[in-house]
C-alpha cells in the first residue's frame, strides 16, 4: 500500500502536477467549482433554482426549513483541533497538560499565560478549527459583529446574530422544543466547510463541492501505510519522504504552517499511529464520509460510537472577570440520550437485502441487526 501510494504521489506531482492548495485558498475547495490544484476526483452539487436548501443543510438554523439544524459537530469533535502549538486535547488530560504549558496563549485566573485554557477554549487553536466550525464568536464578512451561540442569564433569553442584515437566533434554551423541534443546534456548534456565511435566502447562490479524493488524502494514505509497514521514518518506492515527513507535510502546507507532530509521538509505529488519525479527522473532517469507513477499518468504531459519550458546549453570559476573561461561562454538557451513539459489531458491515435473505432458509446474518 505504502509503494502504491508512493507511486501515485510522484505521478499526481511530477506528471499532473497536482499540490496542496494554501490555506487562504482552502474553501475554494468546497464552495467553488472542484477543480483545483488538490482535488483529484470531486463531487460537484451545483444549487439550482436558489441555494435555500443548501444553508439550512450544512450551516444555521432558521435558513429555509424550521426542522433543518444542518451538520452539527459535537464538543468531542473540536477536541481533535490541537493547540497551534501542536499540544492534543482529546482528553481532559491532554487538556491539563496544554494548561501547564505557559508562556503564550490565554490569561488564566492565575494571571499566566496557557496554551490552553477552558474558559477560553477557541482561542490559539490549529487554524483549520475557524475554517470548519460555527461556534459562539464566529465572524464572516456576512456577519454584524459575531455569531451569537450563548443564554444571557440576566434576560433568560439567547441573543439574535444579525446577518446579510437580518436579526435571527443561532441557539435556544437545550432540551426544549424551541431547541429541538425548529432546527436549533443540539450540541453549540454548526459546519462551516460548506458555507460562505449568508443566509441562504439572501441570494448566497454557490456550489457545494465534496471532494471524494484530494491531495492531502494521498499523503495522509502515504504516511499511514508507510507507517503501519516500518514505522515513522520509513521510506517505499523511491519516495524522498518518510511517513512522518508526508503527515506534517498536510499539517504544514502554505499559510497553514502547524508545526510537525511533536517528537513525543514519533518513536515508534504505535505512538505515530493515533496522530495520523487524528490528522484525517481533522484535514477530512465532513467529506465523503471519511470518518464513517477510517473507523471501521480501524476497528475504533465500538470505542468511537459504543463508549464515548457526545457531548456539546453550553454557554452563559458571565461578568468579566480572571476567571471567565470571554464574559462567558463554557460548560461541557453531555447530549441527551436520544443523540447519543449505539455500536453493535454488525454496523462494520452491510446487511443483506430483506428480500434476497428470505430466499435463504439457513442464512440468519440478518437477525443481529434487529
Not at 488538490?38 to 443548501?54: H, L, M, R, T, Y
Not at 439574535?160 to 424551541?178: A, L, P, Q, R, V
Not at 494514505?221 to 506534517?248: C, H, I, R, S, V
Request: net charge negative; with cysteine; proline share 5%.
Amino acid at each position: 500500500a505504502a509503494e502504491a501510494c508512493a507511486f501515485a504521489l510522484t505521478t499526481a506531482v511530477d506528471d499532473w502536477k497536482f499540490s496542496l492548495v494554501p490555506f487562504s485558498k482552502i474553501t475554494d475547495l468546497y464552495l467553488a467549482t472542484g477543480e483545483s490544484e488538490e482535488s483529484i476526483w470531486a463531487v460537484v452539487v451545483k444549487s439550482k433554482d436558489n441555494a435555500k436548501n443548501f444553508s439550512a443543510y450544512f450551516a444555521y438554523p432558521q435558513s429555509y426549513r424550521n426542522a433543518a439544524t444542518g451538520v452539527c459537530p459535537t464538543q468531542n469533535f473540536v477536541d481533535l483541533y490541537e493547540t497551534k502549538w501542536g499540544e492534543p486535547l482529546n482528553t481532559k488530560e491532554d487538556r491539563d497538560a496544554a494548561y501547564a504549558v505557559t508562556g503564550e496563549g490565554s490569561t488564566g485566573p492565575d494571571k499566566l499565560k496557557h496554551h490552553y485554557y477552558e474558559q477560553d477554549p477557541y482561542a490559539n487553536l490549529d487554524p483549520r478549527f475557524e475554517a470548519t466550525i460555527v461556534h459562539d464568536g464566529s465572524k464572516n464578512k456576512f456577519v454584524m459583529g459575531t455569531i451569537n451561540i450563548y443564554k444571557n442569564e440576566s434576560t433568560g433569553k439567547w441573543p439574535i446574530t444579525n446577518i446579510s442584515n437580518t436579526s435571527m437566533e443561532f441557539g435556544k434554551e437545550w432540551g426544549t422544543t424551541d431547541q429541538d423541534g425548529n432546527g436549533y443546534s443540539v450540541t453549540g456548534y454548526y459546519c462551516k466547510k460548506y458555507w460562505e456565511g449568508q443566509r441562504g435566502d439572501k441570494g448566497a447562490k454557490h456550489g457545494h463541492v465534496d471532494n471524494v479524493f484530494r491531495m492531502a488524502e494521498l499523503y495522509l494514505l502515504y504516511a499511514e501505510a508507510a507507517n503501519e509497514a516500518e514505522g515513522p521514518n520509513a521510506k517505499f518506492g523511491g519516495y524522498d519522504k518518510t511517513a512522518l515527513e508526508a503527515l506534517n507535510f498536510v499539517r504544514q502546507r502554505p499559510g497553514l504552517d502547524m508545526p510537525p507532530v511533536q517528537e513525543r509521538f514519533t518513536k515508534n509505529t504505535e505512538t505515530l499511529r493515533p496522530r495520523i488519525q487524528n490528522e484525517r479527522m481533522v484535514e477530512l473532517s465532513f467529506e465523503s464520509a471519511h470518518y464513517y469507513y477510517d473507523i471501521r477499518r480501524w476497528m475504533i468504531a465500538p470505542e468511537r460510537m459504543g463508549k464515548t459519550r457526545m457531548q456539546g458546549m453550553y454557554i452563559t453570559e458571565h461578568a468579566v472577570d480572571a476567571q471567565y476573561p470571554k464574559g462567558r461561562s463554557y460548560e461541557r454538557k453531555e447530549l441527551p440520550e436520544t443523540r447519543q451513539c449505539t455500536w453493535k459489531d454488525c454496523m462494520y458491515w452491510f446487511p443483506f437485502a430483506k428480500e434476497q435473505t428470505d430466499k435463504m432458509t439457513l442464512f440468519k446474518n440478518n437477525e443481529i441487526w434487529h
